[in-house]
Nanobody
Framework: QVQVMESGGGLVQPGGSLRLSCAFS?????????MSWFRQTPGKEREWVTT????????IYADSVKGRFIISKDDDKNLVHLQMNDLRPEDTGVYYC?????????WGQGTQVTVST
């Protein structure tokens, strides 16, 4: 059974940092250019945050997080990370990881990120 699981969420003060991780149960079978992070903030629909590029070294980002968030991939540990810096209260929400395997999208259950004093 294919599984996707996020971890690393928590409570952080404005200006702080968190690193989220996403584990894929069949990592090598997932499309390398379609590993993405989304988030759902209170009162809003789920929105795309970032997708890693095929080279695994860079990504494309939503304007709201550009310059603050970094997506990366660890092939040895079958993980995709989201490094979040300079966090703001508006970054609060549930963060989801998504991958594509065989034309189907698989989502994790999400991890809560709360940015507050």
């Amino acid at each position: 059974q294919v599984q996707v699981m996020e971890s690393g969420g928590g409570l952080v003060q404005p200006g702080g940092s968190l690193r989220l991780s996403c584990a894929f149960s069949e990592f090598t079978r997932f499309r390398k250019d379609a590993m993405s992070w989304f988030r759902q903030t209170p009162g809003k629909e789920r929105e795309w945050v970032t997708t890693i590029l095929l080279d695994g070294l860079s990504g494309i980002y939503a304007d709201s997080v550009k310059g603050r968030f970094i997506i990366s991939k660890d092939d040895d540990k079958n993980l995709v990370h989201l490094q979040m810096n300079d966090l703001r209260p508006e970054d609060t929400g549930v963060y989801y990881c998504r991958g594509n395997l065989g034309g189907y999208y698989y989502w994790g259950q999400g991890t809560q990120v709360t940015v507050s004093t």
